[in-house]
């Protein structure tokens, strides 16, 4: 079992930025081997991928984040970030850690981030 706790989130200001974190607990071997993974729901609007790195460190974004989020891992401290920058008020949303292997999938309880315009 893999407990995920996301943090992080806030209100900011348009152009601002925030750095979330995805601190997971449970089987660490497990942990190092699943790729992790940011999604986001906003009111009204179905959970999207932002962004996702492999367990080998190979990442992919949503192309509405490319160039200003950044998502990292750190397998020593069993945690995700997700680096956010230039943010936009369409970026506000609840946004959610993922964690996965094969079929099985984990999720946080989700942290608000709120961009004012």
């Known amino acids: 079992q893999v407990q995920l706790v996301e943090s992080g989130g806030g209100l900011v200001q348009h152009g601002g930025s925030l750095r979330l974190s995805c601190a997971a607990s449970g089987s660490i071997f497990i942990i190092n081997h699943m790729g992790m993974g940011w999604y986001r729901q906003a009111p009204g609007k179905q959970r999207e991928l932002v962004a996702e790195?492999?367990?080998?460190?190979?990442?992919n974004y949503a192309d509405s984040v490319k160039g200003r989020f950044t998502i990292s891992r750190d397998n020593a401290k069993n945690t995700v970030y997700l680096q956010m920058n230039s943010l936009n008020p369409e970026d506000t949303a609840v946004y959610y850690c993922?964690?996965?292997?094969?079929?099985?999938?984990?999720w946080g309880q989700g942290t608000q981030v709120t961009v004012s315009s």
């Open positions: 993922n964690a996965r292997m094969g079929p099985v999938n984990y």
């Open positions: 790195i492999t367990s080998g460190g190979r990442t």
